[in-house]
């Protein structure tokens, strides 16, 4: 076993502590099949952020702001959890982990059996209708390839966050909660680059948790506010730390 193991470091931390919550991003779906947002495969590659993604593109053309909406309801709903949201729900079930704050609307960390879920960013499940504000689940009114609508006539808009939207008040209330009380934060799969969601590690940073970083590359907040930062796949590394954890005992000391 490699001197320092970062991953040995985090579950001696977790271990510890019992009371952490967990940050996720885009990147924990990847090996679900779901790319994530930036990089060279991500879908803002394909997709300029400005032109589909914002609540103004919305409303101007909201058939254009379906196409990609359409992609990504697609990928999701064929995608299953993989390793890493299985491990995060069994550090749940094993009380390690308090909850899930997550940025992303694939559902795969319920599906996964995670049951404190907070979701940061909305989710794809239900429609609201942009006039009367009438909701409906989004399997009875959307086909893929259309723009669904309400009775009333007006355009229905998935009840997840573009760019120039509020974060829905309960979801940030509660993930600022979380951040504020927790003993350690484990961050997974994000690129920390998105508004307020990047605050939530320097907020739990700033009240005394330890901010564990799962993620291959390094992020801004990697040199500053991350305490251990693990480069590997978040499947690969959160198997190990459940493996770790669930000897009894602890893991064995460093050598
Ligand atoms: P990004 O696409 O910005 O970042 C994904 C991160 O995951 C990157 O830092 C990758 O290095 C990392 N990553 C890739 N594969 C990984 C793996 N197998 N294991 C662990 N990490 C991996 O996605 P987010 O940070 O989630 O918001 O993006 C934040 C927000 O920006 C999204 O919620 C969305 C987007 O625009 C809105 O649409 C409002």
Not at 112 to 120: F, K, M, N, P, T
Not at 198 to 215: M, Q, S
Request: glycine fraction near 10%.
């Amino acid at each position: 076993m490699k001197a320092h193991d970062p991953v040995r470091q985090a579950a001696r931390l977790l271990r510890g502590r019992r009371d952490a919550v967990a940050l996720t991003g885009a990147g924990i779906s990847v090996e679900s099949g779901i790319p994530a947002f930036r990089g060279s495969q991500g879908l803002w590659g394909k997709y300029d952020p400005a032109e589909y993604a914002t609540i103004g593109a919305f409303m101007r053309n909201p058939a254009k702001v379906w196409r990609m909406l359409s992609e990504m309801a697609s990928l999701c709903g064929d995608a299953v959890p993989n390793p890493a949201h299985a491990g995060l729900a069994e550090l749940e079930r094993m009380g390690i982990l308090r909850s899930v704050i997550t940025q992303n609307v694939d559902g795969l960390h319920q599906a996964a059996g995670s049951r404190q879920v907070i979701e940061y960013h909305g989710n794809m499940e239900s429609l609201v209708c942009i006039a009367c504000w009438k909701q409906y689940p989004t399997r009875e009114r959307w086909v893929d390839g259309t723009t669904p609508s309400c009775d009333c006539g007006q355009i229905l808009k998935p009840n997840v966050v573009l760019f120039g939207e509020p974060i829905p008040w309960l979801a940030q209330e509660s993930a600022e909660e979380e951040a504020r009380t927790c003993g350690v934060l484990l961050v997974v799969g994000t690129s920390a680059q998105v508004s307020p969601a990047c605050d939530i590690p320097r907020i739990a940073r700033k009240a005394g948790a330890a901010v564990v970083e799962v993620n291959p590359e390094e992020t801004p907040l990697t040199a500053s506010v991350t305490d251990i930062h693990i480069p590997g796949a978040a499947s690969e590394v959160l198997r190990t730390l459940v493996g770790i954890l669930r000897v009894p005992g602890g893991p064995p000391p460093e050598h």
